[in-house]
């Protein structure tokens, strides 16, 4: 049974309640047209795993006057919804609302993608993909329609596939259209290179790039601790330089979110933060550079006509994708970049859009 979980629900007068409570100053006035505030609204659609730590790590993160949460699962939905007001008290004011329709998303600044089927363990991200394109094409126009200026930040997998397919059913222009890609892959990779070089991950810069999946590229010819490019300063001091090493913990990245699932069934936290992180990029217009799934024809010799998705670093504003860096890469890493562009593009291939 639906139950009631706010004041008015239960037929308290919100707005006599209010106005008996807190009396106008006696020559008080409404606020300045000028001094408003245009409000923020994020939507989250698929309230799992993934859906929900991003949402919880956007509420921390004060960013958003409004979150509206999307499920197929009206019990679970609304259960969600109602644990997280909860801690309305030790929170930022957010108005938090929920639906299993996608009207609930109108007026949306950005809305984040994270509905549909998730690997089992051993299971590859590409192999979700027909499952969760037809969940696409029943999610994507409605939110296009509902939000037309907003931006598309997508998350299900396989992501880079997924934010080609929304390019394609929203007919937003690839500036707005953004996967969440190898932003997860490269905290990843910092964590994992901060470990063995003892520092901290804030510390080292260094990106993996492609797809975010088993083609996934490490640029280590970039790679630095506190603007120290590492592999040019371990070869001048003539220190070891040990590139088995290296491939370890590239093959760790690649294996990091099959060794989450085989334990505990999904990945969510990384994700959650990862997410956050980009959502405060963009909507509070930051100009920082994150590796996101953009559209990459033309890039590092992607065939012009290649309409291929993949992570790049990528400088994240109010509008979007404000531009792509053009990378140095060596003749192996754009090699390889490119192979994982050939994987996606023939994966894109197989769709009818
Ligand atoms: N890009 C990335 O780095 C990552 C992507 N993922 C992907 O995120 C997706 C979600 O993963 P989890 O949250 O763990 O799965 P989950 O199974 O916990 O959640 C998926 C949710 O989508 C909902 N859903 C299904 N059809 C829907 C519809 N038509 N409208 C609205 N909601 C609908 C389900 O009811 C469910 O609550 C998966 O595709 C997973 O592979 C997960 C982790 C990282
Ligand atoms: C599941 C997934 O894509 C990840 O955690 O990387």
Redesign the pocket.
């Known amino acids: 049974m639906k139950k009631a979980s706010s004041l008015s629900e239960l037929g308290f007068d919100a707005e006599g309640a209010s106005s008996g409570f807190f009396r106008p100053v006696a020559d008080g006035g409404s606020t300045p047209t000028s001094h408003r505030r245009r409000l923020t609204k994020i939507s989250v659609?698929?309230?799992?795993?993934?859906?929900?730590?991003i949402a919880q790590t956007i509420l921390t993160r004060d960013m958003a006057d409004e979150i509206a949460l999307?499920?197929?699962?009206p019990d679970?939905?609304r259960g969600e919804m109602l644990d997280l007001q909860h801690a309305a008290a030790f929170l930022p004011r957010v108005r938090l609302v929920s639906d299993?329709d996608?009207a609930v998303t109108r007026g949306s600044d950005l809305a984040i993608v994270?509905?549909?089927?998730?690997?089992i363990p051993g299971e590859s991200?590409l192999n979700?993909l027909q499952r969760?394109v037809a969940?696409f094409r029943?999610?994507v126009p409605a939110l296009a329609e509902h939000s037309p200026e907003a931006l598309l930040l997508?998350?299900?997998?396989?992501?880079d596939v997924?934010t080609y397919v929304a390019w394609k059913l929203s007919g937003f222009p690839a500036s707005r259209v953004i996967?969440?890609?190898t932003?997860?892959?490269s905290s990843r990779f910092r964590f994992l290179l901060a470990e063995h070089l003892q520092v901290n991950a804030q510390d080292v810069q260094a990106y993996m790039v492609g797809e975010?999946g088993d083609s996934s590229v490490a640029i280590w010819s970039s790679m630095s601790v506190a603007g120290m490019p590492v592999l040019k300063s371990l070869r001048e001091s003539h220190q070891s330089f040990d590139e088995e090493a290296l491939e370890g913990i590239r093959r760790a990245v690649v294996d990091s979110?099959y060794e989450v699932i085989s334990l505990k069934?999904?990945?969510?936290w990384?994700?959650g933060y990862?997410?956050a992180s980009l959502a405060a990029s963009l909507l509070r217009d930051q100009h920082r550079i994150h590796p996101v799934s953009v559209l990459a024809s033309g890039f590092h010799g992607i065939p012009q006509d290649h309409e291929v998705f993949l992570s790049l670093p990528a400088r994240l504003g109010r509008a979007g994708v404000l531009g792509v860096a053009e990378m140095e890469l060596t003749e192996e890493e754009a090699r390889r970049l490119r192979r994982s562009a050939k994987t996606l593009w023939e994966n894109c291939q197989l769709l009818d859009l």
């Open positions: 659609i698929g309230a799992g795993n993934v859906g929900m730590a999307v499920d197929a699962v679970k939905l299993t996608l994270t509905a549909g089927a998730r690997q991200r979700l969760n969940l029943k999610i997508i998350v299900s997998n396989p992501v997924l996967g969440s890609g932003n997860l892959d975010h979110a069934g999904y990945t969510s990384a994700i990862s997410v």
